[in-house]
């Protein structure tokens, strides 16, 4: 099947700092979704992204389908984005079932 | 829409017991997912179902986990008997085959067997 691997694992940022997170996929995906678990275990979902640039905010999503990655970048972190940002992907050819990266776990500090 | 509704939020169980999760998806869509999130083991799907038939239960542990999903909008895990290391945080999940899929989680069960 397909694998997702994030990047990197772990992040520590300091109030006001911006971070890129990345996610690799192998194979090509007809859906990607980012989703912020934070401290409280709700999944949130941030953004539906099979392709192209999206922005929410201070976040903002690029996927490059054809490369086989997406990113997510943060700006201006705050405290309330720690957690941990897990990519979800839906591999083409007409799988409904989401693969899950292990996640980066984010912590941000006043 | 008010999302998906899972209960209990939290529940403490002696082993041996019999533990019963619930969730409403979002109405209208097609699947329905039960995740368990452990810190061992992360983010594991356990079942899910399309239309309200079970599709794939492999990543359910081992018989004593069962879910159903009677109709459209009401699915239910249960654990029976219930051991220690069942304790994790169970999530339900659903989407909609017409939406790109797009997955959105309750809030998820937090279960802790003594």
């Known amino acids: 099947g397909i694998q997702v691997e994030q990047s990197p694992p772990d992040l520590i940022l300091q109030e006001g700092a911006n971070s890129t997170l990345r996610c690799n996929f192998s194979?090509?995906?007809?859906?990607l979704q980012w989703f912020h678990q934070n401290p409280w275990g709700q999944l949130i979902n941030l953004f539906y992204i099979p392709s192209g640039t999206k922005q929410n905010g201070r976040l903002s999503a690029t996927t490059v389908a054809t490369e086989r990655y997406s990113l997510l970048y943060i700006s201006s972190s705050q405290t309330t984005d720690s957690g941990v940002y897990f990519c979800a992907v839906h591999a083409s050819g007409g799988s409904y079932i989401p693969t899950f990266g292990r996640g980066t776990s984010l912590i941000v500090h006043p | 829409d008010a999302g998906v509704i899972q209960s209990p939020r939290h529940e403490v169980t002696e082993m041996g017991q019999e533990v019963t999760l619930r969730c409403k998806p979002i109405s209208g869509h097609d699947y329905l997912f039960w995740y368990r999130q452990t810190m061992m083991r992360g983010l594991e799907l356990l079942i899910y179902f399309n239309n309200n038939v079970p599709i794939d239960d492999s990543g359910m542990p081992e018989d004593r986990f069962s879910a159903k999903m009677p109709n459209a909008s009401f699915s239910t895990l249960k654990i029976q008997p219930s051991e220690p290391r069942d304790s994790a945080v169970y999530f339900c999940a659903s989407s909609h085959t017409g939406a790109g899929n797009t997955i959105y989680f309750g809030e998820g069960s937090w279960l802790t067997v003594v």
């Open positions: 194979d090509s995906v007809n859906n």
